[in-house]
């Protein structure tokens, strides 16, 4: 920022020096001004007018498209985010699965109902009788986007990959129950050789050219899911030859099993897709071309779509009221009928004062969570008392308001009978943003006004929030869980398990250790949701460490000439509306 | 003069070497890493295997030594979060956030420079009232509400440039970036061009020359406004180097790739590399134009000796 000073002006009267030539020098000034308006295309630019056409001047190509009616052709801009790696064996970042789930797809995907379906597959994988082997048969004559054969030897090579500990993938665990997968991924410090007798003994192997086998260490009912998510996804082993190999940084120069294969990319700007007409899916996609224009500001973003330079983005959740109230955008905002993430109360409940359940009990019944998203955050999402999202298990988001839900009465006797002082200190530890800022005000104020509890509240930044959480260096944060996959055992494994390695808010309780293990090898789908049922009941009445807030809901623009993206949008988004099946997105007259 | 010039490029070696010190101690003091500004936490085995590959479970100095080794042979590392060799995310954005800062360098200066000269010989009248105050307004108001309030009028309301992008040639997309950002430069451009006209036009030689009937365009033109450019001059370097060292809120704005959004961002999410990488670069850029601009101090003054 420049430091700016004036100099002393001068006080003496100018008329002594206007003379006969001043309107000629105005007019000379006149014509300056002129030029410095003009300064940045004259000086700049070649002046030419040409401008890139806005993304609703699409140039459909094929026969006229009837809306309604899927028709092939067609060119289409939407919003993005920049990916921050293209390699889906090593990414952790929704934006960045979302764009790879265009270009690359697996053996399965979950289909608009979160069903697994084949997709280089020939069918469902065939599972032995002890639930240990999985044999996976691929479909026949399978093409990368340059034409190179995809065999079961790509396939194999992902698990590799995803196990390798060189590319320490963020996502592994998730393959853990591979025989030999966690063995290898811990290798790091081991000698070359020992890494090489560790891979040779992961259990994944060719059977033949379409044929491949997996074995497991234990029965696990979600371990086919895994099989349709992003970091099994098959790796092109003509180019990166071998699976611990660096992944091309550059996305053109790889190739696609995806219903699109990337045409240009320029970092940080736009990342430009055509259809690959070696797609192996159910049909080729409708579009010619995507392009993904990155823009990290939503208000800009937003700002594009109103002036057609895009066709989708997503809604800026913070002016939701303003787009709602749009007579155009109004119509326009979307969101998908499910949601993939849960915020909530995150309290540290093996520290005192919070290892106190009846303290815990009274903040979450001391908070509205129904004037909280009505007021604070612009009626956006779904108050919640249960964690596990209803939709998975089959009860209602309200199913606990009685036992922990906002009862002013009720809160002052919990904390009554939790016996903590009345001058008791907490902090909320929040993000350094409006909402955030937001919703601590609004507890401070309903915490004081019910419990008279004196609120502190620490403001930090994203990495600092985080370093907290995974120190257990907290009392309450504002934070919760998105989905990988749609099956109840995601939202708990690995989070309320004591010791668990996503449990950073000291939960810890026998019975429900009991029940997480025998949920997780449970084969038998009633019995296994009933657990669910029943483990999620005990999260939320013991309060082990969250209080569910709120189902948060992500709002889409989506031009009405687009279609298939808001049709598509389920629970599976990644970042855009229908990403996941972005082959069946096509434009409407 | 060659030998100041040598001499003052010597100094850069030790300037830089101490920016990337303090640096390297700053951004490993604040709390949290690379790792940890993801949309989920990680499990400890996750984060275990990403510390031995980006070799952040070495001991500090270690790093910092690796650091200044890699330094020395023109690597600046790897951004931990683009997965990317800093030199080839600084070699993409570097150039467009340039092109943007020089053509706000160029509105601000020309624009500034025909507010302050028309101000100026229109002292106290109507339009010197008016280009105060626009240069008070333009220092006042921050960059990111004139650049919402340009898309809102010239993109929305008038369509007349698009409201996202950068085309190096195109104006619907140079124009309001250029403009937002260079607004404010032009504003204290005006304000310094003002000032020193207002100082020139009562010097004696002025009076000398309207009394030999040299006429007032001839003499606004060649005499005072030449005169008056030196205070200018002086607070050009700096404003260039700021203006291509790029602006975090602009580029965001309009969503232009360059450099200054990377790092700003880079800092929110601890990008080591980043961090590194643009902090020592933007320290070159001004150190050298710093070194332009008393050099030039020289040629347009000829007292000054080095």
């Known amino acids: 920022m420049l430091t700016l000073s004036v100099p002393v002006e001068g006080t003496n009267t100018q008329e002594e020096y206007r003379a006969v030539s001043r309107s000629k020098l105005m007019f000379v000034l006149g014509l300056l001004a002129v030029f410095a308006a003009l300064a940045i295309s004259v000086a700049c630019g070649d002046d030419d007018n040409s401008s890139t056409p806005a993304a609703g001047n699409t140039t459909a190509s094929g026969t006229t498209p009837v809306a309604g009616t899927p028709t092939k052709g067609g060119e289409i801009t939407v919003q993005h985010r920049p990916f921050r790696s293209f390699d889906p064996h090593f990414t952790a970042f929704g934006r960045d699965i979302s764009q790879q789930g265009m270009v690359f797809r697996g053996l399965y995907k979950l289909d608009k109902e979160d069903k697994m379906q084949p997709e280089l597959a020939v069918e469902l994988p065939k599972i032995s009788t002890d639930g240990k082997t999985y044999t996976i048969k691929m479909k026949p004559n399978l093409k990368w986007s340059d034409g190179a054969a995809l065999t079961a030897k790509d396939a194999v090579a992902a698990f590799q990959r995803t196990c390798n500990p060189v590319v320490a993938g963020q996502y592994s665990a998730n393959l853990f129950n591979i025989v030999g997968c966690e063995e290898y991924y811990t290798s790091a410090k081991k000698t070359p050789a020992e890494q090489d007798t560790l891979l040779k003994a992961l259990g994944v192997r060719q059977l033949d050219d379409t044929s491949l086998e997996i074995k497991v260490k234990e029965p696990q009912a979600t371990f086919a899911i895994q099989l349709a998510l992003w970091f099994s996804w098959p790796l092109p082993s003509h180019v990166v030859k071998a699976p611990g190999d660096a992944w091309p940084t550059d996305p053109t120069q790889l190739v696609f099993s995806g219903p699109f294969k990337v045409q240009s990319y320029k970092d940080k700007d736009n990342l430009v897709l055509v259809r690959n007409d070696n797609y192996a899916g159910p049909h080729l996609a409708y579009l010619d071309k995507i392009t993904l224009k990155y823009i990290e ?73 129904v004037t909280l998203n009505k007021v604070v955050l612009k009626d956006a999402n779904i108050p919640t008392t249960t964690w596990i999202p209803g939709d998975l298990i089959g009860v209602k988001s309200d199913v606990f308001d009685k036992s922990i839900g906002y009862n002013p009465d009720a809160a002052k006797k919990s904390f009554a009978d939790s016996g903590v002082a009345k001058d008791v200190k907490l902090t909320l530890t929040i993000l350094d943003d409006a909402q955030n800022k937001d919703i601590a005000a609004f507890l401070k104020e309903q915490w004081n006004k019910t419990l008279g509890i ?136 | 003069m060659t030998g100041y010039i040598i001499r003052r490029l010597l100094t850069f070696i030790p300037l830089l070497w101490a920016v990337a010190t303090l640096t390297f101690f700053l951004m490993h003091a604040v709390p949290g890493g690379p790792f940890d500004a993801g949309d989920k936490a990680l499990s400890p085995t996750t984060r ?171 003499l606004i033109l060649r005499h005072v406004v030449r005169n008056a450019l030196v205070p200018v001059l002086t607070v050009a370097g700096p404003i260039f180097a700021t203006l291509i060292t790029g602006s975090f809120v602009i580029e965001r704005a309009f969503a232009i790739p360059g450099v200054g959004d990377a790092f700003v961002n880079a800092v929110f999410v601890r990008d080591y590399g980043i961090i590194m990488g643009t902090t020592l670069l933007f320290a070159l850029i001004i150190a050298i134009l710093n070194l332009v601009v008393d050099v030039a101090y020289g040629v347009v003054d000829p007292r000054i000796r080095f």
Not at chain 1, 309 to 332: F, H, I, T, Y
Not at chain 1, 333 to 343: E, F, L, R
Not at chain 1, 457 to 472: A, C, G, N, R, W
Not at chain 2, 176 to 200: D, K, N
């Open chain 1, 297 to 369: 500001d939503l208000e800009t973003a937003n700002n594009a779509y109103r002036n057609s330079e895009l066709l989708m983005s997503r809604a800026n959740q913070a002016n939701l009221d303003v787009l709602r109230s749009d007579p155009k955008l109004g119509k326009e905002i979307t969101s998908a009928a499910k949601s993939p993430s849960v915020q909530g109360l995150t309290m540290l409940s093996n520290v005192k004062p919070l290892d106190n359940a009846k303290l815990r009990a009274a903040l979450s019944q001391a908070t509205d969570r």
């Open chain 1, 454 to 589: 004196d609120l502190q509240v620490e403001i930090v930044d994203s990495p600092t929030l985080q370093k907290k959480y995974e120190d257990e260096k907290y009392q309450i944060i504002i934070q919760g869980w998105t989905q990988d996959y749609p099956d109840a055992e995601n939202w708990v494994d690995g989070l309320f398990n004591t010791g668990g390695p996503n449990n950073h808010y000291g939960c810890s309780d026998s019975k429900l250790d009991d029940l997480l293990k025998k949920a997780k090898a449970n084969l038998n789908e009633e019995s296994r949701k009933a657990q669910y049922v029943d483990i999620n009941k005990l999260i939320a009445e013991n309060i082990c460490g969250m209080a569910p807030l709120y189902q948060q809901r992500i709002f889409y623009l989506v031009n009405p000439k687009l279609k298939g993206a808001a049709d598509f949008s389920t629970s599976q988004d990644r970042y855009l509306a229908g990403d996941w099946a972005v082959e069946e997105w096509y434009l409407a007259k």
């Open chain 2, 48 to 218: 275990a295997a990403l510390n031995k590959k980006y070799g952040l479970d070495d001991s500090l100095p270690r790093q910092y030594f690796t650091f200044l080794g890699d330094l020395a042979h023109g690597d600046l590392g790897l951004s931990f979060q683009r997965a990317r060799p800093v030199t080839d995310v600084l070699k993409d954005g570097l150039p467009t956030t340039a092109q943007l800062g020089i053509c706000a360098f160029v509105f601000a200066l020309v624009f500034g420079l025909t507010l302050g000269v028309v101000s100026a010989v229109n002292q106290n009248g109507v339009i010197d009232y008016i280009s105060v105050l626009f240069a008070t307004a333009g220092a006042a108001v921050p960059n990111f509400v004139i650049a919402v309030f340009l898309v809102l009028v010239f993109s929305l309301k008038f369509g007349w440039f698009d409201v996202i992008g950068w085309e190096f040639g195109n104006p619907r997309k140079m124009v309001l970036p250029s403009v937002a950002l260079g607004l404010f430069p032009a504003a204290y451009i005006a304000r310094i061009t003002r000032a020193s006209m207002l100082e020139v036009l009562r010097q004696d030689y002025v009076r000398t020359a309207r009394a030999k009937g040299v006429t007032e365009f001839r």
